[in-house]
């Protein structure tokens, strides 16, 4: 069992930037991938980038060259670093195993994207 606890979310002007964290409750040494999700209002929740234990990172193609997944395992988190942002960035992001575990969703963490 894992808690994931995400944070760093706020309201950011288009093409501002924004770094979000993820907390594990335990070592994630043994979890392979982690990532990061988003849901927006109306849509079913998507991934948006994950990353291997070893630091290979796989990306959405909307999100591609404007966000950047890292992981520190000595430290438990996950970090997700968010350029350039868009109006359709607005969403609550989460972040869970890939694939997630749907006892592990946390309470997400709300990015708005708007002037």
């Known amino acids: 069992q894992v808690r994931f606890v995400e944070s760093g979310g706020g309201l950011v002007q288009p093409g501002g930037s924004l770094r979000l964290s993820c907390a594990a409750s335990r070592s994630m040494f043994s979890i392979y991938y982690m990532a990061w999700y988003r849901q927006a209002p109306g849509k079913q929740r998507e991934l948006v980038a994950a990353?291997?234990?070893?630091?290979?990172?796989t990306y959405a193609d909307s999100v591609k060259g404007r966000f950047t997944i890292s992981r520190d395992n000595a430290k438990n988190t996950v970090h997700l670093q968010m350029n350039s942002v868009e109006r359709e960035d607005t969403a609550v992001y989460y972040c869970n195993e890939r694939p997630p575990v749907p006892a592990y969703w946390g309470q997400g963490t709300q990015v708005t994207i708007s002037s």
């Open positions: 990353i291997s234990i070893s630091g290979t990172a």
